[in-house]
């Protein structure tokens, strides 16, 4: 089964291709620190057989953050936290990478005021963002840098920025919600210089031989957004500096999607196509039928399950003993299995 076969990426081998998507948790204190719940809920994972457990959203900035619940890394005392997650999950044979992000007009912290290419609110209930200054971005530009920096120190194998969902790197994407007249907007070279200087930017401090890879909106559900032949064109552009893709879409406006499992995956099978380049797909995947289909067809690398590792920690125990894979029962288990 293709499924639990490995996978490797630069100096990373998964034990299958289950990922475990970052999905936030909202629990954390004000001050960004990963706590017990994390180290749980993350470590369960792992021990239930998860071959890559990517932690979720972590602010580079406090206003970064989605939340004032949300871990954040943007000070060394922020590590420690993290590393515990890290080496718990290793311990259980999992690797793990780590979402870094900066919420722009969607942040909803109170500890400062929301920032974006341009002053365009999301919706009625969220504040009227600030159009960022060059000084600026050079700022948060650098702030992805020493995220990606701590995130090396606390040991994760892997990095993926978010520039998907709506936050900030997606708000310069997309012309939608970018419309500055300076060399961040305009063409689709200039929305996408911002994410190519993180990029850049990040590879200074991060591992030559561990992967970077970008979480992306692949459509905008708009006519005048992003689509899939779009995402090829940005993907393309920046395919140097990145290993992977994780396709997913939406977020950027309070538009209604119609989901089903799978339904992002023709976006991931474009983007794999065309840009020649591994990737993740996501998307309300529910089953390991769906997730080898995908794999057979040469669709997708990897698959994650989001809410069905919240609904099942052992997800991936119970599809290879379904399917008679061994070497997936933790010995404190096997009596369950008798």
Same mark, same amino acid.
């Given at each position: 089964?293709?499924?639990?076969?490995?996978?490797?990426?630069?100096?990373?081998? *998964?034990?299958?291709?289950? !990922?475990?998507? +970052?999905?936030?948790?909202?629990?954390?204190?004000?001050?960004?620190?990963?706590?017990?719940?994390?180290?749980?809920?993350?470590?369960?994972?792992?021990?239930?057989?998860?071959?890559?457990?990517?932690?979720?959203? $972590?602010?580079?900035?406090?206003?970064?953050?989605?939340?004032? #619940?949300?871990?954040?890394?943007?000070?060394?005392? @922020?590590?420690?936290? *993290?590393?515990?997650?890290?080496?718990?999950?290793?311990?259980?044979?999992?690797? $793990?990478?780590?979402?870094? #992000? %900066?919420?722009?007009?969607?942040? @909803?912290?109170?500890?400062? %005021?929301?920032?974006?290419?341009?002053?365009?609110?999301?919706?009625?209930?969220?504040?009227?963002?600030?159009?960022?200054?060059?000084?600026?971005?050079?700022?948060?530009?650098?702030?992805?840098?020493?995220? =990606?920096?701590?995130?090396?120190? =606390?040991?994760?194998?892997?990095?993926?920025?978010?520039?998907? %969902?709506?936050?900030?790197?997606?708000?310069? *994407?997309? +012309?939608?919600?970018?419309?500055?007249?300076?060399?961040?907007?305009?063409?689709?070279?200039?929305?996408?210089?911002?994410?190519?200087?993180?990029? @850049?930017?990040?590879?200074?401090?991060?591992?030559?031989?561990?992967?970077?890879?970008?979480?992306?909106?692949?459509?905008?559900?708009?006519?005048?957004?992003?689509?899939?032949?779009?995402? !090829?064109?940005?993907?393309?552009? !920046?395919?140097?500096?990145?290993?992977?893709?994780?396709?997913?879409?939406?977020?950027?406006?309070?538009?209604?999607?119609?989901?089903?499992?799978?339904?992002? =995956?023709?976006?991931?099978?474009?983007?794999?196509?065309?840009?020649?380049?591994? !990737?993740?797909?996501?998307?309300?995947?529910?089953?390991?039928?769906?997730?080898?289909?995908? *794999?057979?067809?040469?669709?997708?690398?990897?698959?994650?399950?989001?809410?069905?590792?919240?609904?099942? +920690?052992?997800?991936?125990?119970?599809?290879?003993?379904?399917?008679?894979?061994?070497?997936?029962?933790?010995?404190?288990?096997?009596?369950?299995?008798?």
């Amino acid at each position: 089964m293709k499924l639990f076969e490995k996978f490797t990426i630069k100096n990373m081998t *998964l034990r299958n291709r289950i !990922v475990m998507p +970052p999905m936030c948790m909202y629990s954390a204190a004000d001050d960004g620190q990963a706590n017990d719940f994390h180290l749980t809920h993350y470590a369960s994972r792992a021990v239930g057989g998860v071959g890559l457990i990517i932690v979720e959203a $972590t602010g580079i900035k406090p206003i970064g953050r989605i939340s004032d #619940n949300d871990l954040g890394l943007w000070e060394d005392e @922020q590590i420690p936290g *993290l590393k515990k997650i890290v080496d718990a999950c290793h311990r259980y044979g999992s690797k $793990t990478a780590l979402q870094i #992000n %900066h919420a722009g007009r969607k942040s @909803q912290s109170a500890s400062g %005021h929301p920032v974006a290419p341009s002053a365009l609110t999301f919706s009625d209930k969220y504040r009227t963002p600030a159009e960022l200054t060059r000084p600026e971005i050079n700022e948060i530009i650098d702030a992805f840098k020493q995220a =990606a920096s701590r995130a090396d120190a =606390a040991g994760f194998d892997a990095l993926e920025i978010h520039a998907a %969902h709506g936050y900030l790197l997606h708000e310069f *994407l997309s +012309p939608l919600t970018n419309k500055r007249t300076d060399e961040y907007g305009g063409s689709l070279k200039n929305r996408t210089r911002f994410l190519e200087q993180v990029l @850049q930017q990040v590879h200074t401090v991060w591992p030559a031989d561990k992967p970077v890879w970008i979480r992306v909106s692949a459509s905008d559900y708009d006519s005048v957004g992003i689509d899939a032949a779009m995402m !090829v064109e940005i993907i393309n552009d !920046v395919r140097s500096l990145i290993d992977m893709v994780h396709v997913s879409s939406g977020g950027l406006l309070p538009t209604p999607v119609n989901s089903y499992p799978g339904y992002q =995956a023709p976006l991931a099978d474009a983007i794999r196509r065309k840009c020649h380049i591994p !990737v993740i797909a996501v998307g309300l995947l529910t089953n390991p039928e769906i997730a080898e289909a995908l *794999l057979q067809t040469e669709r997708a690398d990897l698959t994650a399950f989001g809410r069905e590792l919240l609904r099942h +920690p052992y997800f991936a125990i119970q599809a290879a003993q379904k399917y008679g894979v061994v070497g997936y029962i933790p010995k404190q288990y096997e009596r369950a299995y008798d």
